[in-house]
C-alpha cells in the first residue's frame, strides 16, 4: 500500500478520516513514477487527510480484490487510530471499495464510485460474447492479459499478488455485476440510471460520478482506444462504462466531458481544454465529506 501523505494520528476519529484509493483493472498504485490517481492524493492531503492508495490485484474478481482491500483497511485502521475511512474507487474499484463496506461496514464512513462498473459494461458483454468459453483465442488472450497485469504488477513493485484476467472479465459483465449487486446491494438504485440512498441501512454514505464522453484531448493518446471501444455502447458512456451504469448512491454527475481514463487524471492531467477539471471533482468530494461531519 502507497501512503501519500503520513501525519500523526486523527485526534478526533469521528472526523476527517482517511481517504483509501482503489484501483481498477489493470490499475496500479505508481507505474515508473507515475501514480495512476495522477495529482489525486495531493487533493486531499492538502484538505488535511491522510491518504493511502491501495494495492490490489490488477486482473481478478472483485471479491477476492475486495478481500485484499479489506486486510489493508485494517491496516490504515491500526496506523491512523482512526474508526472508519473513506473508500474512493474507480472502474472495478467501485465494486472492490463496495465489498469492504458490505462486509465490514463498521470499517466505512464511505464509498465514492469514480466511472464504476455498477451496472456491468456493455463492452465487457461484448468481449465475453465474441470470445467463445474453452475456445483456443480465449485462453490466448487471458494469457495475455495475465502478462500483461504480471508485468503492471513488476512495474509498479507488487509482488505474489494473483492475477485471472478470465475472473475479472466475469465480475465485469451485466450478468456477473448483476449476481454482484445481489450479494452487496447498498447504495445501488432500485433501477437503471436511477438515484441510489446516500446514506444505506448499512451506516455507509454512497456517491457516484463519471464522465461521458470518449474523445476529450487531441493529445490524449487514450482517446483512439476509448472512442473504438465506445461504439460497442448504445447510450452515453465514458469508453469502458455507460454513464447510467455508473450510478451508486447519490449521484453526484455523469454529464462531465471525461473519458474513462480522465476520470483519474491521467494521461498525467490530460484532459478536456473547456469542461471540468476532474481534480475538481475530488476536491468537491472532500468538502461534502468534510460538510457531512466525515
Known sequence: MAVAQQSQSLMDSGKNYPIVLVHGLFGFDSLLGVDYFYRVPQVFTEQGRQVYVAEVSAAHNSELRGEQLRTQVAL???????????????????????????????????????????????????????????????????????????????????????????????????????AFNQKYPEGVPAAYCGQGDMLAANGVYYFSWSGSATFTNVFDPADAALGLFGLTFNEPNDGLVAACSSHLGQVIGTHYQLNHLDEVNQFIGIHHWFDTDPLTLYREQGLRLTNLGL
Open 76 to 178: 490504515v485502521r491500526a496506523l491512523t487510530g482512526a474508526d472508519k475511512v473513506h473508500l474512493i474507487g474507480h472502474s472495478q474499484g467501485a465494486q472492490t471499495s463496495r465489498y469492504v463496506a458490505s462486509v465490514e461496514p463498521q470499517w466505512v464512513a464511505s464509498v465514492t464510485s469514480v466511472g464504476g462498473v455498477n451496472w456491468g459494461s456493455q463492452f465487457a458483454d461484448v468481449v465475453r460474447k465474441e470470445v467463445p468459453q474453452g475456445s483456443f483465442s480465449e485462453a490466448f488472450l487471458a494469457a495475455l492479459a495475465k502478462g500483461l497485469a504480471e508485468f503492471i504488477d513488476l512495474l509498479s513493485g507488487k509482488s505474489g499478488s494473483p492475477e485471472m484476467p478470465l475472473e475479472a472479465l466475469a465480475a465485469l459483465t451485466t450478468q456477473g455485476t448483476v
